[in-house]
């Protein structure tokens, strides 16, 4: 049978630094194991390390990860967290055909904030060259929910952003730059905004899509199947009713009594 404590939680951490995950352990638990499982979408449930809850000195290693024994307390150590760290950690309690889900734990890894320069080309018109020089750039961002544009930087105008172009009468070209350290919030479209000679004139517009992932858990239970599978293949060998014939398999080594569905962001 498969229970669940109801224990879970999330965890943000930046990308380099250490942190451990911990699990709730007693003494009591003479005939049980201890694992803590890592899901990861896309891929199968991955076993990090096992073992008996009851005292024991033994330390389990992979990698940057070390899963050990504390008291009252089964942990996993990660040293030096990497963005491939993100996923949903469960610790779980295995006794004979018994499984507890004792703790789940969402580790967010964070990483740097990017940077992006985006660029406005502004053509002078030769005719209205004395109102151009004093003209205003502005940007602007709207939203993906389709709110109005809101006003996020201003430039005055500067002379070294200018240039004339090689023939007489020729347009004259200024380059305006916005850098910015981008987030998830940060996503919209950037409109580059143009007030000279009594006028505002808007640019095309540049999409900013900003890449956010996300563990979206909204089917757990086809995980927990998968999961089942998973500690049936770790128990096989202390499971009596998988003791018959050789190739000769009992699905009902574990029976899945009740199933919870549940959505973790």
């Given at each position: 049978?498969?229970h669940?404590d109801h224990?879970f939680?999330?965890?943000?951490v930046?990308?380099?630094?250490?942190?451990?995950l911990?699990?709730?352990r007693?003494?009591?638990?003479?005939?049980?194991?201890?694992?803590w499982?890592r899901?990861?979408?896309?891929?199968?449930?991955e076993?990090l390390?096992?073992?008996?809850a009851y005292?024991f000195?033994r330390?389990?290693?992979t990698n940057?990860m070390?899963a050990?024994?504390e008291p009252?307390l089964f942990v996993?150590h990660?040293?030096?967290?990497?963005?491939?760290d993100?996923?949903?950690?469960?610790?779980?309690?295995v006794?004979q055909?018994n499984?507890t889900?004792?703790?789940?734990i969402?580790?967010?890894?964070k990483?740097n904030?990017d940077?992006?320069?985006?660029?406005c080309s502004?053509?002078?018109?030769s005719?209205?060259?004395?109102?151009l020089?004093?003209?205003?750039?502005y940007?602007?961002r709207?939203r993906?929910?389709k709110?109005?544009?809101s006003?996020i930087?201003a430039?005055r105008n500067h002379s070294?952003?200018c240039e004339?172009?090689?023939?007489?009468?020729?347009?004259?070209?200024?380059?305006?730059s916005?850098?910015?350290n981008?987030?998830?919030?940060?996503?919209?479209?950037y409109y580059?905004a143009v007030?000279t000679?009594?006028?505002?004139?808007?640019?095309?517009g540049?999409?900013?899509?900003?890449?956010?992932v996300?563990?979206?858990?909204?089917?757990?239970?086809i995980?927990?199947i998968v999961?089942?599978f998973?500690?049936y293949v770790?128990?096989?060998?202390?499971?009596?009713c998988?003791?018959g014939?050789?190739?000769?398999v009992?699905?009902q080594?574990?029976?899945?009594s009740?199933q919870?569905?549940a959505?973790f962001?």
């Open positions: 049978e498969i669940y224990i939680e999330t965890k943000t930046d990308v380099g630094d250490d942190v451990t911990t699990c709730p007693k003494t009591t638990w003479l005939a049980s194991d201890l694992f499982i899901l990861v979408p896309g891929t199968f449930p076993a390390g096992g073992m008996i005292n000195d330390v389990k290693k940057h070390t050990k024994q009252g996993l990660f040293s030096k967290t990497r963005l491939s993100t996923a949903v950690y469960y610790c779980i309690k006794e055909r499984m889900f004792l703790k789940g969402f580790l967010r890894i990483g904030r940077s992006v320069t985006l660029q502004v053509l002078s018109d005719e209205k060259k004395t109102c020089e004093d003209h205003h750039v940007w602007f709207a993906s929910d709110s109005h544009p006003l930087y430039h070294d952003t004339e172009g090689p023939e007489v009468h020729s347009p004259q070209k200024c380059v305006y916005f850098s910015k981008v987030s998830s919030s940060d996503a919209g479209t580059c007030a000679c009594g006028e505002i004139i808007f640019g095309n540049t999409k900013l899509d900003i890449e956010v996300f563990l979206l858990f909204v089917a757990l239970a995980s927990l999961i089942a998973l500690v770790i128990t096989k060998k202390s499971c009596d998988c003791k014939k050789k190739g000769y009992m699905y080594c574990i029976n899945i009740s919870k569905v959505s962001v």
